[in-house]
């Protein structure tokens, strides 16, 4: 994560998302890390925007010391 002042309002985060396909091809998604929503169990949830297409979503982030346990990495695999 990256904060660019310049950029941004005071406190926002710039998230990026890089994405990998099978054949080896990767791109990169930027969003604009917003408000906070909630918090579960080992994530929380937080409104994100993408800086492409301006479109907003909501998305978990988990921190990686909650995922020292074998169960809870089995829990964010998909």
Not at 13 to 33: D, F, H, P, Q, W
Request: proline share 1%.
């Amino acid at each position: 994560m990256t904060t660019q002042p310049d950029l941004l309002g005071e406190g926002q985060t710039i998230v990026e998302e890089r994405i990998v396909k099978a054949n080896g091809e990767s791109s990169v998604r930027k969003y604009i890390k917003g408000r906070f929503l909630g918090k579960g169990g080992f994530a929380k949830c937080f409104e994100f925007t993408n800086l492409n297409t301006k479109k907003m979503s909501a998305a978990k982030v988990v921190a990686k010391a909650t995922l020292s346990k074998h169960r809870a990495k089995q829990k964010v695999n998909i």
